[in-house]
Each structure stands twice: as structure tokens, then as C-alpha cells.
């Protein structure tokens, strides 16, 4: 059973940078897709970033140039780098896993979720 475990969330100023990770294990067909989904407060679960087996990598258009997905060598681990935060990107970040990058959020297995608070 893949479970994602994620790690680095956390609470940082406005401006800052925080990098998630997510270790996605074993890696299977099921799993070939990995990606970032956040939630805020009162607000519904949006893409963040996906990357694929092959490395292609989609990003959010509201966060291109700030946030940046990747995957070690192994495809068991996914990161997302995250600069010039602000407050609006309060959010529960979930790491997700599955078969296609859906960004509807139909992915296979889903983490519990790390926090993520930016000050103002």
C-alpha cells in the first residue's frame, strides 16, 4: 500500500521560502504521477503541481515563478519549493500520488496533509 508521508511545512513571514517534501514509496504504475494540492481555510482543495515519470512538470499559472515541483532520481520522493511566499498561500498542502496527473484531484493515494502559514 503506497501511503504519501509529507514533511516541511511549517510557519514563515511573508516573503520567505519553505520546501515540502513527500516520500511516495513503494514506486509502482499507480503512483507515476505526483503532485501538490492545498487547501485554505473555507476555501476548496485547487491543484498546486504535478510531475510526471518522465519529469514534465505543470505548474499552477497563479504560482509559476514562485513554486517549483520535483522528484529525486528515484520517483519516491517529490519536493516543492516554495519562494516569495505570502499570506494568501495559507493553505494545508497535500501530497498526492496516482496513475495520470489529474488535477480534478482524482489521484490514487493522498497524504495527511502539512500545514503551511505565512505571516503578513
Known amino acids: 500500500q503506497v501511503q504519501p508521508v509529507e514533511s516541511g511545512g511549517g510557519s514563515v513571514q511573508a516573503g520567505g521560502s519553505l520546501r515540502l517534501s513527500c516520500l511516495v514509496s513503494?514506486?509502482?504504475?499507480?503512483?507515476?504521477?505526483m503532485g501538490w494540492f492545498r487547501q485554505a481555510p473555507g476555501k476548496e482543495r485547487e491543484g498546486v503541481a504535478t510531475i510526471d515519470s518522465d519529469g514534465r512538470t505543470s505548474v499552477a499559472n497563479s504560482l509559476k515563478g514562485r513554486f517549483t515541483i520535483s522528484q529525486d532520481d528515484a520517483k519516491t520522493t517529490v519536493y516543492l519549493e516554495m519562494n516569495s511566499l505570502e499570506p494568501e498561500d495559507t493553505a494545508t498542502y497535500y501530497c498526492?500520488?496516482?496513475?495520470?496527473?489529474?488535477?480534478?484531484?482524482?489521484?490514487?493515494?493522498w497524504g495527511k496533509g502539512t500545514p503551511v502559514t505565512i505571516s503578513s
Open positions: 498526492a500520488a496516482g496513475w495520470y496527473c489529474d488535477w480534478s484531484g482524482g489521484m490514487n493515494y
Open positions: 513503494p514506486y509502482t504504475d499507480k503512483n507515476k504521477c
